[in-house]
């Protein structure tokens, strides 16, 4: 069975006034759609067709030949987008609380310089990729990577995406990125989802087990 177009978890407008159903549209739509699609083409009639997302994720992450790196490309950005969606929400953003309020002050100070930081990676990252919160060994830490590179392949867990490409803001922001990320975090980020991801994160033992949307 190929893999499927995760229909987005709230309605396109849902996000409105922070991020439009016109950006939303284009980014799921159209984007996360070609890359679920040139996924399945690529993987047809190989071992791959019969996997995991994660698993391909994975099996191809450090490929040297043409064939591989595509279909890690499309295989991660499949996932990234699914995880993405979910570190989002209607009315998000505000204060995380509990075990991952308490991880964020251990790791960063306070919630005021995560933000920072996570501006600073997420404004540093040139050209496409992505800004992260990952678990790293039982410590939070902030990565950022280029196109669809996700730091699962280092054996750290996600906690938190936000795409830097510009499709992912233009419309509403056009170049000013360090705007959307003040955005992202004050209005959009979905702290559920990340305390959700922390406590898998606990009790995974092997593999990354996220973003449970993206399986098949
Ligand atoms: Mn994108």
């Not at 893999?3 to 799921?28: C, D, N």
């Not at 995880?83 to 209607?90: A, D, E, S």
Request: proline share 5%; net charge negative.
């Amino acid at each position: 069975m190929a893999f499927q177009l995760p229909p987005l978890p709230y309605a396109k407008s849902a996000l409105e006034p922070h991020l439009s159903a016109r950006t939303l549209e284009f980014h799921h739509d159209h984007h996360h759609r070609t890359y679920v699609e040139k996924l399945n083409k690529l993987i047809e009639g190989t071992p791959f067709a019969k996997q995991a997302l994660e698993e391909i994720v994975l099996a191809t992450a450090k490929a040297q030949d043409k064939a591989k790196i595509d279909i890690f490309h499309n295989a991660a950005q499949a996932w990234n987008h699914t995880f993405l969606w979910n570190c989002m929400t209607p009315r998000g953003g505000g204060k995380p609380d509990g075990t991952l309020a308490k991880q964020i002050d251990d790791a960063f100070g306070d919630l005021d310089k995560f933000h920072e930081e996570f501006k600073k990676a997420a404004t540093g990252q040139f050209g496409s990729g992505y800004a992260w919160l990952v678990d790293s060994s039982g410590t939070l830490k902030i990565r950022k990577t280029a196109n669809a590179d996700n730091p699962m392949v280092e054996g750290e867990t996600p906690l938190l995406a936000c795409d830097v490409w510009e499709h992912a803001y233009y419309l509403d922001y056009q170049d000013k990125r360090a705007d959307f990320v003040d955005v992202f975090l004050d209005h959009l980020v979905s702290w559920s989802f990340v305390a959700e991801q922390l406590q898998l994160a606990g009790r995974q033992t092997g593999a990354p087990k996220t973003a449970k949307a993206a399986r098949r």
